[in-house]
């Protein structure tokens, strides 16, 4: 075997080497990223789950008041006695607890963003990029 037919020969062994190696980089970057993924899917689940829970209990709250309020204008009607503000009172607090509720909900859904895992996608396209940038060198 010449010189030259030996050099090829370990030329080869680098490149598979090293195709070898990119492949298993490539491997554990998407598990990595695959994880990052997950992560981020659950924290906007909490997040999801809190405000609709939030939510859930102004309307239950919201729906409290409708009755008393009701109940104060039955009251008030029927009696035209002082009965009826107290229970215009309590139907005043429910609704401003119903209030307080919802924007928190509102808040969290907010900070919650869209369903889809942003970092991860902005981290592939990074990665990408520098994989393309390093393979046209």
């Given at each position: 075997?010449?010189s030259a037919?030996?050099?090829?020969?370990?030329?080869?062994?680098?490149?598979?080497?090293?195709v070898t190696?990119?492949?298993?980089?490539?491997?554990?970057?998407?598990?990595?990223?695959?994880?990052?993924?997950?992560?981020?899917?659950?924290?906007?689940?909490?997040?999801?789950?809190?405000?609709?829970?939030?939510?859930?209990?102004?309307?239950?709250?919201?729906?409290?008041?409708?009755?008393?309020?009701?109940?104060?204008?039955?009251?008030?009607?029927?009696?035209?006695?002082?009965?009826?503000?107290?229970?215009?009172?309590?139907?005043?607090?429910?609704?401003?607890?119903?209030?307080?509720m919802a924007?928190?909900?509102?808040?969290?859904?907010?900070?919650?963003?869209?369903?889809?895992?942003?970092?991860?996608?902005?981290?592939?396209?990074?990665?990408?990029?520098?994989?393309?940038?390093?393979?046209?060198?």
């Amino acid at each position: 075997m010449s010189s030259a037919d030996r050099h090829a020969h370990n030329s080869d062994d680098s490149v598979g080497a090293l195709v070898t190696r990119a492949s298993q980089q490539m491997s554990e970057l998407m598990r990595e990223e695959m994880q990052l993924a997950r992560a981020e899917m659950a924290e906007k689940g909490k997040r999801f789950g809190t405000g609709g829970g939030l939510f859930g209990g102004a309307g239950m709250v919201g729906f409290l008041a409708a009755q008393v309020l009701t109940g104060a204008v039955v009251a008030a009607v029927a009696l035209l006695l002082p009965i009826w503000a107290a229970a215009l009172i309590v139907a005043a607090v429910l609704a401003a607890v119903a209030a307080v509720m919802a924007m928190a909900g509102k808040k969290q859904i907010a900070k919650a963003g869209t369903p889809a895992p942003k970092q991860t996608i902005d981290s592939v396209k990074a990665d990408m990029a520098e994989i393309k940038e390093h393979t046209h060198r």
